[in-house]
T-cell receptor
Framework: GAVVSQHPSRVICKSGTSVKIECRSL??????MFWYRQFPKKSLMLMAT?????????EQGVEKDKFLINHASLTLSTLTVTSAHPEDSSFYIC??????????????FGSGTQLSVL | AQKITQTQPGMFVQEKEAVTLDCTYD???????LFWYKQPSSGEMIFLIY??????QNATEGRYSLNFQKARKSANLVISASQLGDSAMYFC??????????????FGTGTLLAVQP
């Protein structure tokens, strides 16, 4: 299957600092990537859709200024958690779509980033 | 409302036995896609199987099969010959209106499967 690389896998930061998470498609070009957030023992919630060369589309309730998304190339999308606070601590995971247009294109996920804000 | 429901928070199964993980969905879209993902303790999401709403046959991928009952709006995952490495969280997901522009996946709350030796 297609490979999506996410880095770092784990980050611990102080409250008030910013953290950048990278999501790369290694063996394919991804015009669209997705960022999810997962709370412990909870489902994944879509935060935003990242489109190469244009602004990200955020889901309702997600703060655009808090979670900055940049998709500057066909193989890289970044999520920056700005001025992180303890309530931002969570597991963040990206995905990219591979293959056919519409619904048959499969989504492959990165390995996730566990963010802990102290 | 579009929703995925997984009613089994946890399941036990003996090694080499088959297990069925339940998933029901709710959507008013005529076309949609259904997915199952496996999430081991390491956190990554691993794609297992896909079923399109217009597919005539149930999807199969190796030991995984999807029991798709459209009228009941259910998409249960069947794992045959369970292995210890199958122990993980399993998520059912739906992509509504897959012929359209949306790529949003709606996830269920997951089922934690424990395979016992």
């Amino acid at each position: 299957g297609a490979v999506v690389s996410q880095h770092p896998s784990r980050v611990i930061c102080k409250s008030g600092t910013s953290v950048k998470i990278e999501c790369r498609s290694l063996d394919f070009q991804a015009t669209t990537m997705f960022w999810y957030r997962q709370f412990p023992k909870k489902s994944l919630m879509l935060m935003a859709t990242s489109n190469e060369g244009s602004k990200a589309t955020y889901e309702q309730g997600v703060e655009k200024d808090k979670f900055l998304i940049n998709h500057a190339s066909l193989t890289l999308s970044t999520l920056t958690v700005t001025s992180a606070h303890p309530e931002d601590s969570s597991f963040y995971i990206c995905s990219a779509k591979v293959g056919a247009s519409g619904g048959r294109g499969k989504l492959f996920f990165g390995s996730g980033t566990q963010l802990s804000v102290l | 409302a579009q929703k995925i429901t997984q009613t089994q928070p946890g399941m036990f199964v003996q090694e080499k036995e088959a297990v069925t993980l339940d998933c029901t969905y709710d959507t008013s879209d005529p076309s949609y896609g259904l997915f199952w993902y496996k999430q081991p303790s390491s956190g990554e999401m691993i794609f297992l199987i896909y079923q399109g709403s217009y597919d005539q046959q149930n999807a199969t991928e190796g030991r995984y099969s999807l029991n798709f009952q459209k009228a009941r709006k259910s998409a249960n995952l069947v794992i045959s010959a369970s292995q210890l490495g199958d122990s993980a969280m399993y998520f059912c997901a739906m992509r509504p209106n897959y012929g359209g522009a949306t790529n949003k996946l709606i996830f269920g709350t997951g089922t934690l499967l424990a395979v016992q030796p």
